[in-house]
């Protein structure tokens, strides 16, 4: 596509109730990030993906959390028994490679998917 | 661990003048450092990339600057617009990040009046 998608836009659930968040990278990239940016905080990295790599899921706040990347394309970041503190935006991001750092490569970012727990 | 401030958090100026936006990290060890531009309700549009060996980037009447070794990035808009209303969030790019991992200031939201 011509750009990062993510769905849905916004996702309103009950504290304890399972979120599923879906991220479609640009085509062709093989690199794919999750970050969450809560209400007066910066942008906090979860997890990436590179490839068919074992994905860097240093970022991740709690075992709550989880992600995967079917096919290399798209992910899905799935947020189970959701808390109250779970609220925020939660943003992906795409770019064309990893490996090699000498690239720079810019980042690609999607809309996001605005999640409140209630 | 590499921080990333960016000061001040909010910057109100009549259109025309010049902004002049201010990150700093604490680790000079980076790959590069961006510029994001983020409107409300939506994701990050980057605006300029310096890589480590550059002092500066200019794209239309946006300019960023890097000072490595003091750890400084500044980012400069000519004749400001009220368009260019929005919140400006630098990233740094560090060697001790594994991956393409950025860390992230907490932003400067800038309004310009027309």
């Known amino acids: 596509g011509a750009g990062v998608s993510q769905s849905p836009s916004n996702k309103v659930t009950e504290k304890g109730k399972d979120v599923e968040l879906r991220c479609d990278p640009i085509s062709g990239h093989t690199a794919l990030y999750w970050y969450r940016q809560s209400l007066g905080q910066g942008l906090e990295f979860l997890i990436y993906f590179q490839g068919n790599s074992a994905p860097d899921k240093s970022g991740l706040p709690s075992d709550r959390f989880s992600a995967e990347r079917t096919g290399g394309s798209v992910s899905t970041l799935t947020i189970q028994r959701t808390q109250q503190e779970d609220s925020a935006v939660y943003l992906c991001a795409s770019s064309l490679s990893v490996i090699s750092r000498a690239t720079n490569e810019k980042l690609f970012f999607g809309s996001g998917t605005q999640l409140s727990v209630l | 661990k590499q921080e990333v401030t960016q000061i001040p958090a909010a910057l109100s100026v009549p259109e025309g003048e010049n902004l002049v936006l201010n990150c700093s990290f604490t680790?000079?060890?980076?790959?590069?450092l961006q510029w994001f531009r983020q409107d409300p309700g939506k994701g990050l549009t980057s605006l300029l990339l310096i890589q480590s060996s550059q002092r500066e980037q200019t794209s239309g009447r946006l300019n960023a600057s890097l000072d490595k070794s003091s750890g400084r990035s500044t980012l400069y808009i000519a004749a400001s617009q009220p368009g260019d209303s929005a919140t400006y969030l630098c990233a740094v790019n560090g060697i001790k990040a594994a991956g393409n991992k950025l860390t992230f200031g907490g932003g400067t939201r800038v309004l310009v009046k027309p």
């Open positions: 680790d000079s060890a980076i790959y590069n």
